[in-house]
């Protein structure tokens, strides 16, 4: 299973950016999504998650501003970002929980992380 994360970039705070990831591979079913960010000196801390079902959280810090969302058919998520903060940058890494055989083995897989820059 690969996780391919795509979508960081250099933005002005207030900008947006749309991030993605699509998980590939042996893949039964993907009991959950969501995305980690991580800034220098900091711990790797979550920013959203998603389950098959559609059910979302969000940290509080970004709660009003991101907006997670995931397409079943692709096993894809996504993370739009809106009225980005310099605070927000950081390198932000997908995860998946996966069920690959349908034996009820739920594994955690990592994207590689993509660059989130909010700079003027």
């Known amino acids: 299973v690969q996780l391919q994360a795509s979508g960081g970039g250099l933005v002005q705070p207030g900008g947006s950016l749309r991030l993605s990831c699509a998980a590939s591979?042996?893949?039964?079913?993907?009991?959950?999504m969501g995305w980690y960010r991580q800034a220098p000196g900091n711990e790797r801390e979550l920013v959203a998650h998603?389950?098959?079902?559609?059910?979302?959280n969000y940290a509080d810090s970004v709660k009003g501003r991101f907006t997670i969302s995931r397409d079943n058919a692709k096993n894809t998520v996504y993370l739009q970002m809106n009225s980005l903060k310099p605070e927000d940058t950081a390198v932000y890494y997908c995860?998946?929980?996966?069920?690959?055989?349908?034996?009820?083995?739920?594994?955690?897989?990592w994207g590689q992380g993509t660059q989130v820059t909010v700079s003027s």
């Open positions: 591979g042996s893949i039964f079913s993907i009991i959950a």
């Open positions: 998603i389950t098959s079902g559609g059910s979302t």
């Open positions: 995860n998946a929980l996966i069920d690959q055989h349908g034996l009820g083995r739920v594994e955690d897989y």
